[in-house]
């Protein structure tokens, strides 16, 4: 039996980490999703986006340690997410976000290392202006695995402005249609497939960490149509009215919805809702 060449092992060892790491990365997303993370969406990998982890790993490179531990290196990274997630806040926020770090009593009042922990993330963020501008994801976790005799690192990030655009760009009036799977936020039922006009659109700020993220995932306000107004159940409608709750728009997550061909005009619309309300009134 002949021999394997030198080239096939190192083949099959780089296979095998491969696959290590292919794990690790569906354990990472696993642990993710079960978190209360205020995105509604995980994207694995997504097609068009550098990888966050080769983009971390490249800007602490200069400041790791030899001989290195992992718990060095995920210190490391800790130290160098903040600086990165600093450097896309607004400069007159940075020092406010950074007291903030120190007040965890992480520290334990050691002022010495506090200066030197501040100065660190000062030249990190420096780095970051000045090889990394162009990159504005923000990183929402990171994740460091030993794989053999090396490291993997997990991390999830936002998107970047350009590549998530498409996704969020609606405008009021604009016909959308409910995602499947849906439910109803108040009363947690389907309503996949509903279809309205959007009247409203809000950019909302979500909080991870200690790090502000504007994010642009925004809440639209949308007002149904009469088909779907004529098909909501009627003992929707009187729960509705019940608890004073608006039956004919519903707020969603722009994540929630996708856009679609209108199907009826607004004069429709009125008219459907006249007619409900005086079903209404007929009914008391």
Not at 59 to 82: D, H, Q
Not at 84 to 101: H, T
Not at 168 to 197: A, E, H, N, Y
Not at 265 to 271: G, N, R
Request: glycine share 6%; net charge negative; with cysteine.
């Amino acid at each position: 039996m002949a021999k394997k060449s030198k080239a096939f092992s190192e083949l099959l060892r780089l296979q095998k980490m491969s696959q290590g790491s292919q794990n690790l990365l569906k354990s990472f997303e696993k642990k993710l999703r079960e978190k209360s993370l205020p995105f509604k969406e995980i994207v694995v990998s997504p097609s068009g986006e550098v990888k966050m982890s080769e983009v971390l790993e490249d800007f602490v490179e200069p400041y790791r340690e030899s001989p290195e531990t992992k718990e060095s290196m995920r210190r490391l990274l800790t130290l160098g997410t903040i600086a990165w997630n600093l450097a896309l806040s607004p400069e007159s926020k940075r020092q406010g976000m950074i007291d903030r770090v120190f007040n965890k009593d992480l520290l334990n009042g050691d002022e010495k290392l506090k200066a030197e922990i501040q100065g660190l993330i000062e030249e990190l963020i420096a780095r970051k202006n000045r090889y990394f501008s162009e990159n504005r994801r923000m990183i929402v976790d990171f994740e460091l695995k030993e794989l053999g005799n090396d490291y993997h690192i997990s991390v999830a990030s936002t998107l970047s402005p350009e590549f998530s655009e498409s996704e969020f760009d609606f405008k009021v009036g604009d016909s959308v249609i409910v995602k499947q799977g849906v439910l109803d936020p108040d009363f947690g039922t389907d309503i996949g497939g509903w279809q309205g006009r959007i009247v409203t659109i809000e950019r909302q700020s979500n909080l991870i960490g200690i790090v502000t993220i504007e994010r642009q995932s925004n809440h639209i306000g949308i007002e149904w149509d009469s088909i779907t107004l004529k098909n909501i159940p009627s003992s929707v409608i009187d729960q509705c009215e019940v608890e004073n709750l608006d039956w004919t728009q519903m707020c969603l997550s722009s994540t929630d919805v996708e856009l679609t061909q209108p199907r009826d005009t607004e004069e429709d619309v009125a008219a459907i809702i006249e007619q409900i309300e005086s079903n209404i009134v007929g009914a008391i």
